[in-house]
């Protein structure tokens, strides 16, 4: 593992969460959640960011998948913003458009220790596999707000939901990739001088 790498896990009554991340891998991943699509979509995260990423997850999918999917993003979130350390010299900024098929999805963020989460998509199903759809929006917020990220998530059009939730983590993968590329010099990306 790299520098910019972390391991974390979060134990509750409700989950049992563990993440391992390295942010300068090759997009390998091993992914199981217990919930298909959700590991489906971290996959895609994973190949598109080229983040090494492992995660494993127990949770009271008897009661639903909110609690886990909330936790994975948690834990994932707390991964990244401990990979990242003080900042030095990545690009700070990423933004991507992805289509796929009738849809075209787009992420833009900002990696500012300021989170904050703007979703835009609207779902017609309530689940699409194993996942709630409702989830989506989950699993984001706990991902910006516990990576200290501003994420900006949209759906410009698109019909199929599968597809408009798979845009998303692709565009996702593809903009956390341009913003966590090292830039040409070691400064923290800020007029402040901290990020």
């Given at each position: 593992m790299s520098d910019r790498s972390s391991r974390r896990e979060?134990?509750?009554?409700?989950?049992?969460?563990?993440?391992?991340?390295?942010?300068?891998?090759?997009?390998?991943?091993?992914?199981?959640?217990?919930?298909g699509f959700l590991d489906h979509m971290l996959t895609l995260f994973s190949f598109n960011s080229k983040v090494n990423l492992d995660v494993f997850a127990k949770g009271d999918s008897y009661v639903c998948d909110h609690h886990t999917i909330e936790?994975?993003?948690?834990?994932?979130?707390?991964?990244?913003?401990?990979?990242?350390?003080?900042?030095?010299?990545?690009?700070?900024?990423?933004?991507?458009?992805?289509?796929?098929?009738?849809?075209?999805?787009?992420?833009?963020?900002?990696?500012?220790?300021?989170?904050?989460?703007?979703?835009?998509?609207?779902?017609?199903?309530?689940?699409?596999?194993?996942?709630?759809?409702?989830?989506?929006?989950?699993?984001?917020?706990?991902?910006?707000?516990?990576?200290?990220?501003?994420?900006h998530l949209k759906v410009l059009y698109g019909e199929n939901d599968h597809h408009k939730i798979e845009a998303l983590f692709k565009a996702f993968g593809r903009a956390i990739k341009e913003a966590i590329s090292r830039s040409s010099d070691n400064d923290i990306p800020s007029t402040k001088g901290s990020l």
């Open positions: 979060r134990i509750t009554k409700e989950t049992s969460v563990r993440v391992e991340i390295d942010l300068d891998g090759n997009g390998n991943s091993e992914i199981n959640t217990g919930i936790d994975i993003g948690i834990t994932l979130g707390e991964a990244f913003k401990e990979s990242l350390g003080d900042k030095h010299g990545i690009n700070r900024y990423g933004t991507f458009y992805v289509p796929m098929d009738e849809t075209l999805a787009l992420a833009s963020i900002d990696v500012s220790n300021r989170p904050f989460l703007v979703f835009d998509c609207d779902f017609k199903r309530e689940k699409v596999g194993e996942m709630s759809t409702e989830m989506v929006v989950e699993f984001f917020r706990a991902f910006a707000f516990n990576a200290g990220i501003t994420l």
